[in-house]
Structure formats: structure tokens, C-alpha cells
């Protein structure tokens, strides 16, 4: 595939819904003008998905990235912080759980900390694993402020994320990309030329006869995947037997209460509903699975939860689980939608596309296309959707619920090979299985495991060398340091109402 780009090289991005937008800010930033020109091609007329509110921590070194001010970006997006997501419904009914962000205590000689708590546990303690976990301590008292960049080392320090209306954050990135030289182009994508003889993407044809040709071609255009896809036919691994939901039904609502700092996930009888708290609305949607509930009986269920009045008609969304095989093919890279999906269950798509797009910065052509370079970039793809893929399995088949014929298949459907051992590993002593590429560390994976209902039979046993004395009182100082740091905290809402209330 040793094809010579030529010179002047013209990246083109199809797609100008969130991932398109953060495809040409982070590159424009990065190539800073001096690789080649950067178009990015949208169509009004098609609009984008339009939903997708909920981000993990990462984002913030995006953002840092980007050189934008936390509090101005807050304000313009409408945006609240996020410490976790509360589970409920989902082990068992009336049953919740919290998978908080960032670790609960820390590392004790080479040993991690829920080992130390394991073995208090198996002695009569019984303090609850949340009560190590700063953003947990927080999220419970509705509490939040960043940590301020000097705090004392080794100190309990809250680890967060945001809320935000997707459709703001795409214009805020689109302001970024456009002052950093990126061309926008609006128009329909009608035709999709190749060359002759290797079938690589030559240009696009607009429906106004404009042709945009280009050397590297990003596909942003969401489900529909116009170029990886429809163009280039690469083929789609469907995970639906796995991850059974295919719809969504969304609906911002009024809020009527404190802006709580974390997002809600309500498992009900065919599904799970979101509740994002944002500053102007609440955002709420149920994903469902068509096999097990229609349409009209979704849309009910999501309406019959609201915290408030409903500030528009129910959108309806339909999806299947799964990946492109080669995200990369030919000179076309897909990022977002046109990549795969997931449902938001754990608020991984923003970050995939995030991930994708740093993969691809480390890995950009210069004058050709290798193909190790190319199996490269799946490969490492392919991981981390599969570490995904295997964590929100986990919360589906983990579950005592037998109430209704979705939750019967997920609690006895067969998983992955990949899961299966990582569920023993854990089960038999509390050991997290380690991977390259894997976004969630292992804190996530105990809240998740241990919220679930699976119980470790014992714990490693380094952690039985220090003497228990020792143990009670190291535990109950981390208890006590998080929860006096969370005391002077401010409230969430008294945060956001005095630093970055939106104008
Ligand atoms: P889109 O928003 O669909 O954008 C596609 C773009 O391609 C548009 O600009 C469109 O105009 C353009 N286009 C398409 N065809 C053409 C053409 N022929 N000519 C010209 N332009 C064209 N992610 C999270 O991280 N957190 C969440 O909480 C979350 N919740 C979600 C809930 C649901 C129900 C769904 C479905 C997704 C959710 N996501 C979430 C995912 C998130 O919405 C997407 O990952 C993100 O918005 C990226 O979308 P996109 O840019 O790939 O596609």
C-alpha cells in the first residue's frame, strides 16, 4: 500500500456533528498549518445526531489541549460536573450502586487498596468502599469544586468529568478549528469518487456540482459510516447478541431540583434510562431493546420518569452494537458514530473518538500509507473497543434480576472468553485483569464488580503483611481525610451558580 500522497497534503473530514468538529480542532492545533490544508464538509440539511451529554475525565486533557479556560467553556455549554454514575435497578430492584471516577484510597506497598479493604471486610468492618473514593464522598453530599492545582500531595483529590449539550460543544470546537485555519464547506455529499486502480477515496461531489478532493479522508458522518461504509464497504462486527438494546428515545426536561454532579442509570424491565443533569434542562432518554418492548411502550416508560415538564418531543434513535473491523481502510479513518457504537451506558463515545483521534495524530501518514501503520491503528482500536465492549457486558450479565425476558437473557446469555476470565480472576481474589489500551483502570472495574454482586472469595495476600492495627487505622484516616475534604467543599449548584453560571 506504499501509495505516495501528494505533495501539499489535504486532509478532508466528513462530518460536522461532534466528532467531525473535534476531528478539525485537535488537528488544526496540532498540524498548526504545517502538514497540509485541513476541509471539513457538513450538511445542514442532515443535521447531526444531536444527543450525547455525558463525558468521563479524560476530556479534560482535550480540552487542555485545546488551550480552552474551563470556566468559559462551562458557561457556553451549559455544562455541570460529573463525579460518576449512579446505578439503580440494575443488580436488583430497589438495589443502587455509585461507579465513582477516580480511585478509592491508594496503592499500599505495590498492593491496591481494595485489597486492604477486602481484608477488613473479611474481619467484620464494614465500611463501604465509597466511603475511600473522594468523587463518591462528594457526589453523595452533592458537593463539587476542581481541586485546585496545588493541593497537597497525596491528599484526597476529587477526579470529574462534565455534563454538556453536545450541539454547543460542536460550536464551541468548530469556533477553535476555524480560527486555527480550518476551511468549512457546507453541503451534501452525493458521490464518492475513487481512483482506479487501488480504490482509494479521490473527492467528493457536493449536490452544488463543488468537488472537494483530498489525500486522507476522516469519516465524522455518523451511523450511516458514507465513506468506511457505503464507499468502501468495510465490513461491521455486530456485538447486538451481547449488548441487545438497538433504540434510544430521548427528551430534555425541566429540572426542578439541585443540580446533582453525577449522571443517573435506571435499569427498567427492557432497558435503562439516563438522566444528565445540565444547567438549562435535564437530559433523559431510555434505551431499549426492540425485541423486548415497542416503540410507543418506550416512550411512555421515559415519559412516565421525568423529573419534570418535557421541553420537547421524544426523539427516537436506532442503533446496532458494534465495530467497524478496520476503523482504518484504504486512506479513510472513521471517528465517531462511523466507527462504531456502544450505548452510552458509560459515556464512551466522546472519549472514543477522543482516543481515536490522539491514535491517529501518533500515527499520521507523511508521504504514503504503510500498511503496518494501518493494522497499527486497528489493532490498537480493536482493543480498546473490546475492553468497552467487555465492561458494559459486565453490568448487563452480572445481575440477579429475573423479571422480566430482557434481564432472563442477559443473566444467562454466554459472554466473551475475554470477560469470563476476568470475571474469575476477580471472583476468586479480587484481581483485575490488565490490558494495553484499557480506558477503564481498575477502580472502575472494582465499583462495577462489587456493585453487580460479584464477591471476591479472598484477596491478595501481600496485603495481609502489614498488621491489622495498622490497616484499621490507615483505612480510617483516608475515611476521614475525604470526608473532611468533602465537608468544606461548596455545594455543586452553589458552584456553578457563583463561577459559571451560562449567561
Ligand atoms: P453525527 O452527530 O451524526 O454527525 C454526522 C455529521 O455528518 C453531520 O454533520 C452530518 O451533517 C454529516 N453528514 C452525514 N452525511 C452527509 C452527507 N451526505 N453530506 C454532508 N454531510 C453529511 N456519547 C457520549 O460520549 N456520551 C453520551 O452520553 C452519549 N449519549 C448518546 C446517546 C445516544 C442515544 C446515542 C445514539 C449516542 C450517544 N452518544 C454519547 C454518542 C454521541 O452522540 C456521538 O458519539 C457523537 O455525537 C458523535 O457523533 P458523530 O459526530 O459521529 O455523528
Not at 261 to 267: C, D, G, L, V
Not at 356 to 381: H, I
Request: aromatic share 10%.
Amino acid at each position: 500500500m506504499a501509495e505516495a500522497m501528494r505533495s501539499g497534503r489535504r486532509i478532508v473530514i466528513v462530518g460536522g456533528g461532534t466528532a467531525g468538529w473535534m476531528a478539525a480542532a485537535v488537528l488544526a492545533r496540532v498540524l498548526k498549518g504545517r502538514y497540509g490544508t485541513i476541509e471539513l464538509v457538513e450538511s445542514a440539511e442532515i443535521g447531526t445526531v444531536g444527543v450525547g451529554e455525558a463525558t468521563i475525565p479524560p476530556i479534560q486533557f482535550l480540552n487542555h489541549l485545546l488551550g480552552i479556560d474551563e470556566v468559559d467553556f462551562v458557561r457556553k455549554t451549559q455544562a455541570t460536573f460529573k463525579l460518576g454514575i449512579e446505578f439503580v435497578d440494575w443488580t436488583r430492584l430497589n438495589h443502587r450502586y455509585f461507579h465513582p471516577f477516580g480511585p478509592h484510597g491508594h496503592t499500599i506497598d505495590a498492593v491496591s487498596f481494595h485489597h486492604y479493604w477486602l481484608r477488613q471486610r473479611a474481619k467484620g468492618d464494614t465500611s463501604d468502599i465509597g466511603d475511600y473514593s473522594p468523587s463518591t464522598v462528594a457526589a453523595r453530599m452533592g458537593k463539587f469544586q476542581p481541586p485546585a492545582p496545588d493541593a497537597r500531595p497525596g491528599g484526597p483529590v476529587i477526579a470529574y468529568a462534565y455534563h454538556f449539550d453536545a450541539g454547543l460543544y460542536a460550536q464551541y470546537l468548530r469556533g477553535i478549528a476555524e480560527r486555527n485555519g480550518v476551511k468549512r464547506t457546507e453541503g451534501k455529499i452525493v458521490q464518492v469518487t475513487r481512483r482506479a486502480p487501488d480504490g482509494f477515496i479521490d473527492s467528493l461531489v457536493l449536490e452544488n456540482g463543488t468537488r472537494v478532493a483530498g489525500d486522507l479522508f476522516v469519516d465524522c458522518s455518523g451511523f450511516r459510516g458514507l465513506l468506511i461504509g457505503e464507499t468502501l464497504k468495510a465490513p461491521y462486527e455486530d456485538w447486538s447478541h451481547w449488548l441487545p438494546c438497538d433504540r434510544a428515545v430521548a427528551v430534555p426536561c425541566e429540572g426542578v431540583a439541585a443540580i446533582t454532579p453525577y449522571t443517573r442509570s435506571t435499569a427498567r424491565p427492557a432497558g435503562w434510562q439516563w438522566r444528565i443533569p445540565l444547567q438549562h434542562r435535564i437530559g433523559n432518554g431510555h434505551v431499549y431493546s426492540s425485541r423486548f418492548i415497542s416503540d410507543d411502550e418506550a416512550t411512555a416508560t421515559l415519559l412516565a420518569n421525568l423529573d419534570g415538564r418535557p421541553l420537547a418531543d421524544p426523539r427516537p434513535l436506532r442503533f446496532t452494537t458494534g465495530r467497524r473491523r478496520n476503523s482504518w481502510t484504504k486512506n479513510c479513518i472513521s471517528l465517531g458514530l462511523a466507527s462504531g457504537f456502544m450505548e452510552p451506558l458509560e459515556s464512551t463515545s466522546i472519549h472514543l473518538v477522543q482516543s481515536g483521534l490522539f491514535r491517529m495524530v501518533s500515527l499520521l501518514p507523511r508521504d504514503g500509507f504503510e500498511q503496518a501503520t494501518v493494522d497499527e491503528y486497528n489493532r490498537l482500536t480493536n482493543i480498546e473497543y473490546e475492553q468497552i465492549r467487555d465492561f458494559l457486558i459486565l453490568h448487563y450479565h452480572a445481575v440477579e434480576r429475573d423479571d422480566s425476558p430482557l434481564w432472563n437473557y442477559c443473566r444467562t446469555m454466554e459472554i466473551p472468553d475475554s470477560l469470563r476470565h476476568k470475571i474469575d480472576l476477580f471472583r476468586a481474589r479480587g484481581r483485575i485483569a490488565r490490558f494495553d489500551e484499557q480506558l477503564f483502570a481498575e477502580p472502575s472495574w472494582v465499583a462495577v464488580f462489587l456493585g453487580q454482586g460479584i464477591q471476591p472469595h479472598s484477596y491478595d495476600p501481600v496485603a495481609d503483611v502489614m498488621p491489622e492495627a495498622e490497616v484499621t487505622a490507615r483505612l480510617a484516616r483516608i475515611r476521614e481525610a475525604i470526608r473532611r475534604m468533602a465537608d468544606a467543599l461548596p455545594t455543586h449548584a452553589d458552584f456553578i451558580n457563583r463561577h459559571c453560571r451560562a449567561d
